[in-house]
């Protein structure tokens, strides 16, 4: 009788199991070769098409590269300035001639600004009208402050910069820049919507 029982009782376990373990190994969403966390772990392609832009810019640095509707390219350097308690940012991009950044300040929500060196414009900051390429410019600010270089600048480590501000139609922009003394560097640079371009963090 009590073999009987226990032969019952192994019967019904053995059809548990077999009633559980293809439920178990058929769960939707991955396979028993492939369980979620494998599934977490499988990177993800960086040169992705993606919808959205990723990435907060205010934490742009060195090494990270960003994609500006598929033209990409990396930051060689970046100046962290400061004036007065204002701090802002200036990051150079990896281009083949000539010179250009982007530029990250809040003054009070984020501002953003794609800049063109322009060392053929033979200009200094001393009037409020500046023309330039047929658009005429009105002088916004103008100051001084420190900087700090990170990656590669062309700069010192430390330094101090003057700087004079224009600002044309449309987002147009004109600077000038001189830093540690030295001569006047002219820019013009154009305002850039934050959901333009997509940020890879270089680690």
Same mark, same amino acid.
């Given at each position: 009788?009590?073999?009987?029982?226990?032969?019952?009782?192994?019967?019904?376990?053995?059809?548990?199991?077999?009633?559980?373990?293809?439920?178990?190994?058929?769960?939707?969403?991955?396979?028993?070769?492939?369980?979620?966390?494998?599934?977490?772990?499988?990177?993800?392609?960086?040169?992705?098409?993606?919808?959205?832009?990723?990435?907060?810019?205010?934490?742009?640095?060195?090494? %990270?590269?960003?994609?500006?509707?598929?033209?990409?390219?990396?930051?060689?350097? +970046?100046? &962290? =300035? *400061? /004036?007065? @308690?204002?701090?802002?940012?200036?990051?150079?991009?990896?281009?083949?001639?000539?010179?250009?950044?982007?530029?990250?300040?809040?003054?009070?929500?984020?501002?953003?600004?794609?800049?063109?060196?322009?060392?053929?414009? %033979?200009?200094?900051?001393?009037?409020?009208?500046?023309?330039?390429?047929?658009? +005429?410019? &009105? =002088? *916004? /600010?103008? @100051?001084?402050?420190?900087?700090?270089?990170?990656?590669?600048?062309?700069?010192?480590?430390?330094?101090?910069?003057?700087?004079?501000?224009?600002?044309?139609?449309?987002?147009?922009?004109?600077?000038?820049?001189?830093? %540690?003394?030295?001569?006047?560097?002219?820019?013009?640079?154009?305002?850039?919507?934050?959901?333009?371009?997509?940020?890879?963090?270089?680690?």
């Amino acid at each position: 009788m009590i073999f009987l029982l226990l032969l019952i009782i192994a019967g019904l376990i053995a059809l548990v199991i077999y009633l559980w373990w293809p439920r178990r190994s058929s769960a939707p969403g991955w396979s028993s070769s492939q369980p979620p966390s494998s599934q977490a772990g499988v990177p993800r392609d960086p040169f992705a098409d993606v919808t959205d832009t990723q990435g907060d810019p205010r934490t742009l640095k060195a090494g %990270d590269m960003v994609d500006f509707g598929g033209d990409r390219t990396w930051i060689r350097g +970046s100046l &962290r =300035l *400061s /004036e007065g @308690g204002f701090t802002w940012s200036e990051h150079f991009l990896e281009v083949q001639e000539g010179k250009r950044w982007l530029t990250v300040q809040e003054d009070p929500g984020l501002e953003l600004a794609l800049w063109t060196g322009r060392p053929e414009l %033979d200009l200094i900051p001393n009037a409020n009208t500046i023309e330039v390429d047929g658009i +005429s410019y &009105r =002088l *916004s /600010e103008r @100051g001084s402050a420190s900087y700090r270089s990170e990656g590669t600048t062309g700069l010192s480590a430390h330094g101090a910069m003057d700087y004079a501000d224009y600002e044309g139609p449309h987002g147009h922009l004109l600077a000038f820049e001189r830093f %540690d003394h030295g001569h006047w560097e002219v820019s013009t640079g154009v305002t850039v919507a934050p959901g333009s371009f997509t940020i890879y963090p270089g680690g």
